[in-house]
């Protein structure tokens, strides 16, 4: 897991092309960008912009993917991501394309994602997305799906 502040996405080794072009993409919206789907790049780097608010932990579950790793970049508001190593975790729901869920554990590590600020989970990452931090926030976030391999 990478865990930054937008204007640092330069300063890493990306694994393939397709993470340039996803923070490219990144930089050119805003709060105001509606929500939907974006190409990028077809399948390979796409965006899903929306808004919502923040939610309790009842209900959730780790979720972990083995296809793409997400990109969550967050534009107004702030949530908590819940993050797990996913060898440490039980299985709830079967693999399908391309998500699995797991149940969550106690005491997880916690990631407060606010504006400016975005984190990179691979498939060893189980996360639990869109958690009230301190108070219920409406917030705007990118999630950028980048196939891997």
Same mark, same amino acid.
């Given at each position: 897991?990478?865990?930054?502040?937008? %204007?640092?996405?330069?300063?890493?080794?990306?694994?393939?092309?397709?993470?340039?072009?996803?923070?490219?993409?990144?930089?050119?919206?805003?709060? %105001?960008?509606?929500?939907?789907?974006? %190409?990028?790049?077809?399948?390979?780097?796409?965006?899903?912009?929306?808004?919502?608010?923040?939610?309790?932990?009842?209900?959730?579950?780790?979720?972990?993917?083995?296809?793409?790793?997400?990109?969550?970049?967050?534009?107004?508001? %702030?949530?908590?991501?819940?993050?797990?190593?996913?060898?440490?975790?039980?299985?709830?729901?079967?693999?399908?394309?391309?998500?699995?869920?797991?149940?969550?554990?106690?005491?997880?590590?916690?990631?407060?994602?606010?504006?400016?600020?975005?984190?990179?989970?691979?498939?060893?990452?189980?996360?639990?997305?869109?958690?009230?931090?301190?108070?219920?926030?409406?917030?705007?976030?990118?999630?950028?799906?980048?196939?891997?391999?």
């Amino acid at each position: 897991m990478i865990f930054d502040t937008i %204007e640092h996405w330069r300063d890493y080794e990306w694994k393939s092309e397709r993470f340039v072009k996803a923070f490219e993409f990144l930089e050119t919206i805003t709060a %105001e960008t509606p929500d939907g789907r974006y %190409e990028i790049d077809g399948d390979a780097v796409y965006c899903m912009f929306s808004g919502y608010e923040t939610r309790g932990l009842e209900g959730h579950q780790f979720e972990a993917h083995r296809v793409y790793a997400d990109i969550q970049y967050m534009l107004s508001g %702030e949530e908590s991501i819940l993050w797990a190593p996913t060898p440490e975790l039980a299985s709830v729901k079967p693999y399908e394309p391309d998500i699995e869920f797991y149940g969550l554990v106690p005491n997880p590590a916690e990631i407060v994602l606010s504006a400016g600020r975005f984190c990179v989970l691979f498939p060893q990452d189980a996360h639990a997305p869109c958690t009230t931090h301190v108070n219920v926030s409406k917030v705007r976030k990118a999630v950028v799906k980048v196939r891997l391999g």
